[in-house]
T-cell receptor, first 114, second 115 residues
Framework: EAQVTQNPRYLITVTGKKLTVTCSQN?????MSWYRQDPGLGLRQIYY???????DKGDVPEGYKVSRKEKRNFPLILESPSPNQTSLYFCASSLSGGHTGELFFGEGSRLTVL | AQKITQTQPGMFVQEKEAVTLDCTYDTSDQSYGLFWYKQPSSGEMIFLIYQGSYDEQNATEGRYSLNFQKARKSANLVISASQLGDSAMYFC????????????FGAGTRLFVKA
């Protein structure tokens, strides 16, 4: 089954404790990206990647890191989480980065930072 | 900077009636794509419909159609014959144009379908 898989789905952590949210897709998509969803703000893009070893900042990259060492994986790293990073996070992929490809989303990861 | 505006935070529609969800966008480029996604209460994001900036015909997918007015920079979603299962959050999104490969989303419209 074609899918985007994120883990963990739910996480409660404390300020400053490094964490990684994994994302994997099995569709051989070139484009992958991370979003955070906050009430009233819709989805805001954190980082995106056009292909292996190619990443770029979205609109809200501060406090996050990403890497794209393999085509299928695009982990999101919070080196020192803070309470303002409490949010619902989505990973998504698309066949291409051009403007024609719809996004396929993971199920979301709800993160709480205390 | 690019921007997507959805001016209706919430809307009600009677079952079996049609409803239009508004979306306006701002870009100075000519090449871009517009998307609509649905988010049910279960939380997943579902792609509904796509419109390319150079497409001359409005996109349609089953009960969904996109009313694309390029000069007015609007890309409204029309849902015909609403069903109870259409109750959800709906997001308009854009990729390309001056934003490059970024995808930006509007704040969303929550649709309630009444029986």
């Amino acid at each position: 089954e074609a899918q985007v898989t994120q883990n963990p789905r739910y996480l409660i952590t404390v300020t400053g404790k490094k964490l990684t949210v994994t994302c994997s897709q099995n569709m051989n998509h070139e484009y992958m990206s991370w979003y955070r969803q906050d009430p009233g703000l819709g989805l805001r893009q954190i980082y995106y990647s056009m292909n292996v070893e190619v990443t770029d900042k979205g609109d809200v990259p501060e406090g996050y890191k990403v890497s794209r060492k393999e085509k299928r994986n695009f982990p999101l790293i919070l080196e020192s989480p803070s309470p303002n990073q409490t949010s619902l996070y989505f990973c998504a992929s698309s066949l291409s980065g051009g403007h024609t490809g719809e996004l396929f989303f993971g199920e979301g990861s709800r993160l709480t930072v205390l | 900077a690019q921007k997507i505006t959805q001016t209706q935070p919430g809307m009600f529609v009677q079952e079996k009636e049609a409803v239009t969800l508004d979306c306006t966008y701002d870009t100075s480029d000519q090449s871009y794509g517009l998307f609509w996604y649905k988010q049910p209460s279960s939380g997943e994001m579902i792609f509904l419909i796509y419109q390319g900036s150079y497409d001359e015909q409005n996109a349609t997918e089953g009960r969904y159609s996109l009313n694309f007015q390029k000069a007015r920079k609007s890309a409204n979603l029309v849902i015909s014959a609403s069903q109870l299962g259409d109750s959800a959050m709906y997001f308009c999104a854009m990729r390309g144009g001056t934003g490059g490969f970024k995808t930006i989303f509007g704040a969303g419209t929550r649709l309630f379908v009444k029986a």
